[in-house]
C-alpha cells in the first residue's frame, strides 16, 4: 500500500553554515566596525548579540539571507523578544522542527474533506498519509504544496 510522510524538517548543518557566513559578514561590513555583534548558535536555537535594536534588525536580515542561500527556509526562525543584559541586546531565535498537533489536526481534516480513498494519521511530530493508488497521494501532496501551512514542509518515505 503506497504511502508518505508529511515532516518539517531543518537541517542543522546548514544552519550552523549560515550562521558562520553571517559571522564573517558582519566581521566584514563597515556599520559593524567597533561594534560587539554576533551570531552564536545553541542547538535549535540561534542566539543574536548587538548593542542596539537596528543593529539586531540588521542581524536578522543577514541571518535570513544567509539560510536562503544555504536552501533553508526562513520560515522556521521565531525570534523571541530582545532582552537587554549590561549595555548589550540579546535576542534569540529558535528553528521550528516538526509538525505540532494542532496543525496535524488541520491537515487530517484536509485530507479527510477531499473524500478520497487516502488516509491520514499523526504520528509524534510527522503525519503519514497512506491510500490505494499514488495518483491519490500525489494529489494530496500537491494540495499540501498549494495549502499556506506557516511552516516549510517535505515528503518523505514515498513507498509503493
Do not use: C, W
Not at 542543522?12 to 566596525?33: P, W
Not at 498537533?101 to 479527510?112: E, G, Q, T, W, Y
Amino acid at each position: 500500500m503506497p504511502s508518505f510522510d508529511v515532516v518539517s524538517e531543518v537541517d542543522l548543518q546548514e544552519v550552523h553554515n549560515a550562521v558562520d557566513q553571517a559571522n564573517r559578514e558582519i566581521s566584514t561590513r563597515y556599520d559593524f566596525r567597533g561594534v560587539n555583534a554576533e551570531f552564536e548558535r545553541l542547538g535549535n536555537e540561534i542566539k543574536l548579540t548587538a548593542e542596539a535594536d537596528i543593529q539586531l534588525d540588521q542581524m536578522r536580515d543577514i541571518l535570513r539571507e544567509k539560510l536562503i542561500k544555504r536552501s533553508v527556509d526562513p520560515r522556521v526562525m521565531e525570534a523571541l523578544d530582545p532582552t537587554p543584559r549590561g549595555k548589550l541586546l540579546h535576542q534569540v531565535i529558535t528553528l521550528r522542527q516538526g509538525i505540532e498537533s494542532l496543525l496535524a489536526k488541520k491537515m487530517v481534516k484536509m485530507v479527510k474533506d477531499k473524500k478520497t480513498k487516502v488516509q491520514a494519521a499523526i504520528q509524534g511530530d510527522q503525519v503519514r498519509i497512506t491510500g490505494k493508488k499514488r495518483d491519490d497521494l500525489q494529489a494530496i501532496m500537491s494540495d499540501f504544496k498549494a495549502a499556506d501551512f506557516e511552516i516549510p514542509l517535505q515528503f518523505q518515505n514515498f513507498r509503493d
